[in-house]
């Protein structure tokens, strides 16, 4: 079975642009949620998709937003880029019940100058 | 709202000692328990994971952890660690509600000396 696929892998942007992420979950997985990963802040939840559906939301500005297609791919946009932002986006799937630890991607790397 | 604190930044350790990662968790409700590793340039790998029943839970790569709940804790551990072992690793909580948002820790970096 495929794992989850992130693209593109690495990303440099200006600040004021704006960026989007993608992420494939695995197959027959439902749950899309998206994590930022920083060395000053650590492992940030960002939100959670579930059937086309945001269910679940973490403490980030609206400039981060997420939408979620009907077969599982999920996108991620960050507007008007900060630096900041620069960071590794990391996308992880699950079957979405309760208990079952998601899967993560290997992650992209945002670098914003 | 839970909050996870994983008590050393950095573990250096010898090529076949045992070693133990220190996690203590807070929250007002049941949660479940994950540990994950994160080898350089990689997203995360489960290691293991507490949802309920017996408190020791085994994991991949020889890697188990004790779930204690009158200390909060779950620690991670390994009687023979090898140099592949080198890595980064998390400890996280969620609640049984919102089962995948995850609370990590800061994380834990292993370092396995010949």
């Known amino acids: 079975k495929a794992g989850v696929t992130q693209t593109p892998r690495y990303l440099i942007k200006t600040r004021g642009q704006q960026v989007t992420l993608s992420c494939s979950p695995i197959s027959g997985h439902r749950s899309v949620s998206w994590y930022q990963q920083t060395p000053g802040q650590g492992l940030q939840f960002l939100f959670e998709y579930f059937s086309e559906t945001q269910r679940n939301k973490g403490n980030f500005p609206g400039r981060f937003s997420g939408r979620q297609f009907s077969n599982s791919r999920s996108e991620m946009n960050v507007s008007t880029l900060e630096l900041g932002d620069s960071a590794l986006y990391l996308c992880a799937s699950s079957l979405g019940s309760i208990g079952t630890g998601p899967i993560f991607g290997p992650g992209t790397r945002l670098t914003v100058t | ?114």
């Open chain 2, 1 to 114: 709202a839970q909050s996870v604190t994983q008590l050393d930044s950095q573990v250096p350790v010898f090529e076949e000692a045992p070693v133990e990662l220190r996690c203590n968790y807070s929250s007002s409700v049941s949660v479940y328990l994950f540990w994950y590793v994160q080898y350089p340039n990689q997203g995360l790998q489960l290691l293991l994971k507490y949802l309920s029943g017996s408190t020791l839970v085994k994991g991949i790569n020889g890697f188990e952890a004790e779930f204690n709940k009158s200390q909060t804790s779950f620690h991670l551990r390994k009687p023979s660690v090898h140099i592949s072992d080198t890595a980064e690793y998390f400890c996280a909580v969620s609640d049984l509600q919102g089962a995948q948002k995850l609370v990590f820790g800061q994380g834990t970096r292993l370092t396995i000396n010949p």
